[in-house]
């Protein structure tokens, strides 16, 4: 018995044809999505993690800090007191003065810009072993001297550079994308100032798609002791 055999019509092949390619973009529509959020939560996860860990240095920075000496956007000074309060704070406005550069006491934390437009938080701090025993500054509001200080100390070769957080980008705000990321503060008045900030972004390139998440940070001192030079100036 013979059986009657009828091939395929151009129509219907090319109907075919339009129905798997229709079904294969579908698909491949369906798995760049799940590819892309997998991608974005990948950066939200990572920026989560190393947000807790800005979070945790500048909370632990924060506990221990007396005052911020110097403010500015990209970079700001903590002074974390070697001596308790009991012994600077409460009389004695000549030891309450001195910051000793050989313990530990100035911490700069800075934004830095790297070759491949990156951004890194670094945290500055005097080597002990590059002064001497005794090396002080006197307190002043001035922050300017804070910073020819700083200068001073890094052209030396007497300062340490520890990084916080790297791979950084400025953040978007509310009127528009900054140049830079930035700190921030209660005021730039350091004898009434309480809390240093920070606000960066995390930045991941998606094939053709940047995928961003921004960050904000604020710790407040928790310690905050205003030296006697800021009601003497009625600061």
Do not use: Y
């Not at 003065?97 to 100035?106: F, G």
């Not at 791979?167 to 140049?179: I, M, N, S, V």
């Not at 100032?193 to 995928?211: C, H, K, W, Y």
């Amino acid at each position: 018995m013979r059986m009657n055999r009828r091939a395929f019509t151009l129509i219907e092949v090319i109907i075919a044809t339009m129905v798997t390619t229709m079904v294969a973009g579908t698909m491949m529509a369906l798995v760049q999505g799940f590819v892309s959020a997998l991608a974005i939560q990948d950066l939200r996860s990572e920026a989560i993690v190393r947000s807790a860990g800005v979070q945790s240095h500048l909370g632990l920075l924060s506990l221990k800090t007396r005052m911020s000496l110097a403010l500015s956007p990209q970079r700001v000074l903590l002074w974390l007191p070697a001596e308790t309060l009991a012994t600077s704070g409460s009389g004695s406005d000549s030891a309450f003065d001195r910051i000793d550069l050989a313990k530990d006491e100035l911490h700069w934390l800075e934004f830095l810009e790297e070759a491949d437009s990156t951004w890194t938080l670094v945290e500055w701090t005097v080597k002990s072993t590059m002064v001497s025993a005794g090396d002080s500054a006197v307190f002043t509001v001035d922050g300017a001297f804070w910073d020819t200080l700083f200068v001073q100390l890094q052209d030396a070769g007497k300062l340490r550079r520890s990084p916080i957080a790297g791979g950084l980008a400025p953040p978007e705000l509310a009127a528009g994308t900054a140049k830079k990321p930035l700190f921030v503060w209660q005021t730039s008045d350091c004898c009434q100032n309480r809390s240093v900030g920070v606000e960066f972004a995390f930045v991941a390139v998606d094939g053709t798609e940047i995928l961003r998440s921004d960050v904000r940070l604020e710790s407040a001192l928790a310690f905050f002791d205003r030296h006697p030079i800021c009601s003497e100036s009625g600061l």
